[in-house]
T-cell receptor
Framework: GAVVSQHPSWVICKSGTSVKIECRSL??????MFWYRQFPKQSLMLMAT?????????EQGVEKDKFLINHASLTLSTLTVTSAHPEDSSFYIC???????????FGQGTRLTVV | QKEVEQNSGPLSVPEGAIASLNCTYS??????FFWYRQYSGKSPELIMS????GDKEDGRFTAQLNKASQYVSLLIRDSQPSDSATYLC??????????FGKGTMLLVSP
């Protein structure tokens, strides 16, 4: 399958700081990338859909000013968690379909811990 | 809100048996359906995709789609302990948003 690389795989940050997570499609061009959050023993929750060259579409209840998404190129999307707080500690995962409405491949995920 | 529904399980089967996982979806315009496997602490990995009514087989896995009933299933033959994981059903909505069910935990006992 296609390869999506996510970095970092884990990060610990202090409360009030910002953290940037990168998601790269290594062998295909991703016009769309999905960002998910998963709390322990819970399901994947879609946070937002990013589209290259345009503003991201956020799901209801997700603060766009807190979770900044940038999709500046066809191979890179970033999620920045601004002013992180302990309740933002979670597993963040990106995925990208190889074409519209087709198989989506996941990055390795980023485990964020805010202390 | 377009939804994908799955039983949370756990579904327990003995090694060598057939595991049957089920999923229903609410968005009638959905055309693309997927099964992912997720091990604890890891990100999901794609197992099967299915786009047309009927069965699709890949090794020990068979996906079944019935668009009239809005139903997708995954059969795992000759289940192995290494198949123990959470299985996620996913479908695209009419807005090209990939929505996941809550997942079914499968436990295969030796």
């Amino acid at each position: 399958g296609a390869v999506v690389s996510q970095h970092p795989s884990w990060v610990i940050c202090k409360s009030g700081t910002s953290v940037k997570i990168e998601c790269r499609s290594l062998d295909f061009q991703a016009t769309t990338m999905f960002w998910y959050r998963q709390f322990p023993k819970q399901s994947l929750m879609l946070m937002a859909t990013s589209n290259e060259g345009s503003k991201a579409t956020y799901e209801q209840g997700v603060e766009k000013d807190k979770f900044l998404i940038n999709h500046a190129s066809l191979t890179l999307s970033t999620l920045t968690v601004t002013s992180a707080h302990p309740e933002d500690s979670s597993f963040y995962i990106c995925s990208a379909p190889i074409a519209r409405d087709t198989e989506a491949f996941f990055g390795q995920g980023t485990r964020l811990t805010v202390v | 809100q377009k939804e994908v529904e799955q039983n949370s399980g756990p579904l327990s089967v003995p090694e060598g048996a057939i595991a049957s996982l089920n999923c229903t979806y609410s968005d009638r315009v959905s055309q693309s359906f997927f099964w992912y496997r997720q091990y604890s602490g890891k990100s999901p990995e794609l197992i099967m995709s299915i786009y047309s009514n009927g069965d699709k087989e890949d090794g020990r896995f068979t996906a079944q789609l019935n668009k009239a009933s809005q139903y997708v299933s995954l059969l795992i033959r000759d289940s192995q302990p290494s198949d123990s994981a959470t299985y996620l059903c996913a479908a695209y909505s009419g807005y090209s948003t990939l929505t996941f069910g809550k997942g079914t935990m499968l436990l295969v006992s030796p």
